[in-house]
């Protein structure tokens, strides 16, 4: 078993609380994601599962055990870190069977070890080479292999391919989710970048200020975020939010203001809501619909900015107010720079927040397309 469990982490850094009473539950097998802005806490919190951090109160469970004040080495997890840390005078074979030398293990264990994990990462012709004959995806490939021999419980990834171009991230995301499904282990990993904890993740933990705000699915969260933060920070480009005011509410609905006056009526229990309240209202730049019919609502805008990104385009539409909101249009979008256009929406991808900034959504009332 390699499941584990966090109860009620915490860590003070120079009197400063870094992680407030964290707990989370990772299941045997799973692959999850921690994200959330720079200073969140996620590769802190990683670095106590790790044992590279002490917590100030908590406990650290893996496969059953309380591993808390246990050392690093006795908690049988292994860490891949941003930085490479390859030893430039060894070779990659020497690299990867480094730590298992220390270990004091047989020479054919390490032999069979070492091959294996050459063969599953694809660099068995790289052996013999030394880091600074290797390309940045090699060098990572190679940092993996460093962990795959350990044999690990739990795999720890601290934001392992920052350092890559993007389209080696891409192909490395790949390798990744291949890896997991080749394993079939635990594996934890932290990123500041939401794009591929959505695509690589079974479960994603939303961290803002120590605290988790969301945890859930990838498609859990984008179509269903608890709050403002977490609906702002899942999706690319980010939410709309617009202040709309309240013009009613009636049983099992809110009615609000749309900017340029119409009323939509948005499906929701909340029943401390009241006239003349200011809510915020969150739609996505690929909700809103460029043809112009408005379907349940719609906001007049003029196109402002025309991003062509090739499959898609991306305008941005300055509201009568003043407000700027973006549409996710096709890449055959014939809009122009001046053009007034009615963005339409569906009420079913309507989000309503409170001041505080909790989901007033109701997901009971709102039916969920299969696919968003």
Same mark, same amino acid.
């Given at each position: 078993?390699?499941?584990?469990?966090?109860?009620?982490?915490?860590?003070?850094?120079?009197?400063?609380?870094?992680?407030? /009473?964290?707990?989370?539950?990772?299941?045997?097998?799973?692959?999850?994601?921690?994200?959330?802005?720079?200073?969140?806490?996620?590769?802190?919190?990683?670095?106590?599962?790790?044992?590279?951090?002490?917590?100030?109160? /908590?406990?650290?469970?893996? /496969?059953?055990?309380?591993?808390?004040?246990?050392?690093?080495?006795?908690?049988?997890?292994?860490?891949?870190?941003?930085?490479?840390?390859?030893?430039?005078?060894?070779?990659?074979?020497?690299?990867?069977?480094?730590?298992?030398?220390?270990?004091?293990?047989?020479?054919?264990?390490?032999?069979?070890?070492?091959?294996?994990?050459?063969?599953?990462?694809?660099?068995?012709?790289?052996?013999?080479?030394?880091?600074?004959?290797?390309?940045?995806?090699?060098?990572?490939?190679?940092?993996?292999?460093?962990?795959?021999?350990?044999?690990?419980?739990?795999?720890?990834?601290?934001?392992?391919?920052? %350092?890559?171009?993007?389209?080696?991230?891409?192909?490395?995301?790949?390798?990744?989710?291949?890896?997991?499904?080749?394993? %079939?282990?635990?594996?934890?990993?932290?990123?500041?970048?939401?794009?591929?904890?959505?695509?690589?993740?079974?479960?994603?933990?939303?961290?803002?200020?120590?605290?988790?705000?969301?945890? /859930?699915?990838?498609?859990?969260?984008?179509? %269903?975020?608890?709050?403002?933060?977490?609906?702002?920070?899942?999706?690319?480009?980010?939410?709309?939010?617009?202040?709309?005011?309240?013009?009613?509410?009636?049983?099992?609905?809110?009615?609000?203001?749309?900017?340029?006056?119409?009323?939509?009526?948005?499906?929701?229990?909340?029943?401390?809501?009241?006239?003349?309240?200011?809510?915020?209202?969150?739609?996505?730049?690929?909700?809103?619909?460029?043809?112009?019919?408005?379907?349940?609502?719609?906001?007049?805008?003029?196109? %402002?900015?025309?991003?062509?990104?090739?499959?898609?385009?991306?305008?941005?539409?300055?509201?009568?107010?003043?407000?700027?909101?973006?549409?996710?249009?096709?890449?055959?979008?014939?809009?122009?720079?001046?053009?007034?256009?009615?963005?339409?929406?569906?009420?079913?991808?309507?989000?309503?927040?409170?001041?505080?900034?909790?989901?007033?959504?109701?997901?009971?009332?709102?039916?969920?397309?299969?696919?968003?």
């Amino acid at each position: 078993m390699s499941a584990v469990q966090l109860q009620q982490i915490r860590k003070t850094f120079g009197g400063m609380e870094v992680l407030k /009473g964290v707990d989370i539950e990772v299941a045997d097998h799973e692959f999850l994601v921690f994200v959330g802005p720079s200073g969140c806490g996620k590769s802190t919190l990683l670095r106590t599962i790790a044992g590279l951090e002490r917590v100030d109160s /908590g406990s650290v469970m893996i /496969g059953g055990e309380d591993v808390t004040e246990l050392e690093p080495s006795q908690r049988g997890v292994a860490m891949v870190f941003q930085s490479y840390a390859l030893y430039p005078h060894m070779s990659v074979y020497e690299n990867i069977a480094f730590g298992l030398r220390m270990l004091k293990l047989p020479r054919d264990e390490i032999e069979r070890r070492v091959r294996r994990a050459a063969d599953i990462l694809q660099i068995g012709q790289l052996l013999e080479r030394r880091p600074r004959a290797l390309s940045g995806g090699q060098r990572q490939r190679v940092a993996i292999g460093r962990a795959i021999v350990r044999e690990p419980k739990v795999f720890l990834f601290d934001e392992p391919l920052s %350092n890559l171009d993007a389209a080696l991230r891409v192909q490395m995301r790949l390798e990744l989710i291949k890896l997991h499904k080749q394993l %079939n282990a635990t594996m934890i990993y932290v990123t500041h970048d939401q794009t591929e904890a959505m695509t690589m993740a079974d479960r994603i933990v939303v961290l803002n200020h120590g605290k988790v705000e969301q945890i /859930g699915s990838p498609l859990e969260l984008y179509r %269903n975020p608890r709050n403002r933060f977490v609906a702002g920070f899942i999706g690319s480009p980010k939410m709309n939010f617009l202040e709309v005011r309240v013009l009613s509410r009636e049983r099992g609905s809110v009615t609000i203001e749309l900017p340029g006056g119409a009323p939509l009526a948005v499906p929701s229990s909340a029943d401390d809501v009241s006239a003349g309240q200011t809510l915020t209202l969150g739609i996505r730049p690929e909700h809103l619909i460029e043809e112009g019919s408005t379907i349940d609502g719609g906001l007049a805008g003029e196109v %402002n900015v025309i991003e062509h990104l090739g499959g898609e385009t991306l305008l941005h539409l300055r509201l009568a107010d003043d407000r700027t909101i973006q549409l996710k249009a096709s890449g055959e979008s014939k809009a122009a720079e001046g053009q007034r256009i009615m963005a339409g929406f569906s009420i079913r991808h309507v989000h309503l927040f409170r001041e505080d900034g909790a989901s007033l959504r109701d997901t009971r009332a709102v039916a969920e397309p299969a696919a968003a």
